[in-house]
């Protein structure tokens, strides 16, 4: 848990801006697992034809976008499926609808909704609502991450050889090559790893200690936001490159005493590079 406390007049606005996530994450997650229809295809491609969207995905967005238009018609948004808007109010928006499109097109558990809210550019909520577990993570900047109400706990660090590592791939072939090579050589080097899908659910698995770390090249604002502070919030360490913050180049989760010689092998190993 962060031990960074909220100031006493943030506490309000950041308990107003989790409600509106929770609400708008629930209803988009109740609409994508009993919205589902059975001969559900692609509807676009974005940087490959692997890389896909569902109407889904459109859909959900529009719900999300929908119900905080009509609470905080002031506040920005930045969409993964196309929304975006500035706002006047200092809050954005930071919303994927539907984080693991490929494993919700073929059927597969592991998606999720996730929705953070940015305050003078620095994330201060998180929310990522996983319906086909059963289970929603929040967390609040200085308030710690909580799983479906019950205080989120990391586990303790391991020796990087004994790590069960998550990642994820690119949907442009040269990526993906270079991230193979990448896997190549840092798989004999710890437990396992595990590819999911959900960048989002990645993340919070950090934090709820399912997962020991995580690391992926190529994540946008909206795969990581409310994963990240998650992540951190449960006690975790997250940041890109050595010195940096997470970013689309490079984002490593994993508690203190793992975090440090994973970054740097990632580093070694050219993971921030394609």
């Not at 989790?18 to 997650?29: N, P, W």
């Not at 109400?149 to 442009?172: C, D, I, M, N, S």
């Amino acid at each position: 848990m962060s031990t960074q406390a909220s100031p006493p007049d943030r506490t309000a606005q950041y308990a107003e801006l989790l409600g509106v996530a929770l609400d708008a994450a629930r209803k988009a997650g109740a609409l994508l697992r009993d919205g589902r229809p059975a001969d559900l295809g692609v509807a676009a491609t974005k940087s490959s034809q692997v890389d896909v969207v569902t109407e889904m995905d459109i859909a959900a967005e529009k719900l999300i976008t929908d119900h905080i238009a009509r609470l905080r018609p002031d506040d920005g948004l930045l969409g993964e499926e196309g929304a975006s808007r500035a706002g006047s109010s200092g809050v954005r928006w930071v919303i994927d609808p539907l984080d693991g499109t490929v494993n919700y097109l073929y059927g597969l558990p592991s998606w999720s909704v996730s929705i953070a809210a940015e305050l003078d550019g620095e994330v201060v909520v998180g929310v990522v609502e996983a319906p086909m577990r059963g289970e929603t993570y929040q967390a609040v900047l200085g308030g710690g991450a909580l799983v479906n109400g019950v205080q989120a706990r990391r586990r303790p660090a391991p020796e990087l050889a004994q790590a069960l590592v998550g990642t994820g791939f690119g949907y442009v072939a040269e990526r993906r090559a270079a991230q193979a090579e990448v896997v190549r050589t840092l798989l004999p080097q710890v437990r396992d790893i595990r590819r999911g899908g959900s960048a989002a659910i990645d993340l919070v698995d950090v934090g709820c200690g399912r997962l020991d770390a995580y690391y992926e090249r190529g994540l946008n604002p909206w795969d990581l936001a409310a994963g990240d502070l998650f992540a951190r919030e449960a006690g975790a360490l997250t940041g890109g490159r050595p010195g940096e913050r997470a970013s689309g180049d490079l984002t490593v989760a994993a508690p203190a005493g793992l975090f440090e010689p994973l970054q740097q092998r990632l580093e070694e190993l050219g993971a921030w590079h394609d």
